[in-house]
Nanobody, 123 residues
Framework: QVQLVESGGGLVQPGGSLRLSCAAS????????IGWFRQVPGKEREGVLC????????YYTDSVKGRFASSRDNAKNTVYLQMFLLKPEDTAVYYC????????????????WGQGTQVTVSS
């Protein structure tokens, strides 16, 4: 069964850090481009960043540049999203998804998707 499972979300104070995990089962994650997205209730889902083996990291939103980074652990078939200097506006449900492309495509080309993990940045 092809599945992505996100974890690692939670409540963190502004300026804090979190590391989200995206674990894959049923396929080899390293064969795919990985996208991280986030969504706030009532708003459209927003691309955060994407990592591809061919082109490295592409940021979909400038607001996370210098604060967010993603990496792969192929031994664990897992991708991580490391988030530093978190801000209240980073509060959202975070999703990972895969794309069978060399580069980072538009959101519509990603799938399957995980179930999401809630990140809340608040004092």
């Amino acid at each position: 069964q092809v599945q992505l499972v996100e974890s690692g979300g939670g409540l963190v104070q502004p300026g804090g850090s979190l590391r989200l995990s995206c674990a894959a089962s049923g396929f080899i994650l390293d064969d795919y481009t990985i996208g991280w997205f986030r969504q706030v209730p009532g708003k459209e889902r927003e691309g955060v960043l994407c990592i591809s083996n061919t082109y490295g990291t592409t940021y979909y939103t400038d607001s996370v540049k210098g604060r967010f980074a993603s990496s792969r652990d192929n031994a664990k078939n897992t991708v991580y999203l490391q988030m530093f200097l978190l801000k209240p506006e980073d509060t959202a449900v975070y999703y990972c998804a895969t794309a069978a492309t060399r580069g980072c495509p538009p959101e519509r080309d990603f799938g399957p998707w995980g179930q999401g993990t809630q990140v809340t940045v608040s004092s």
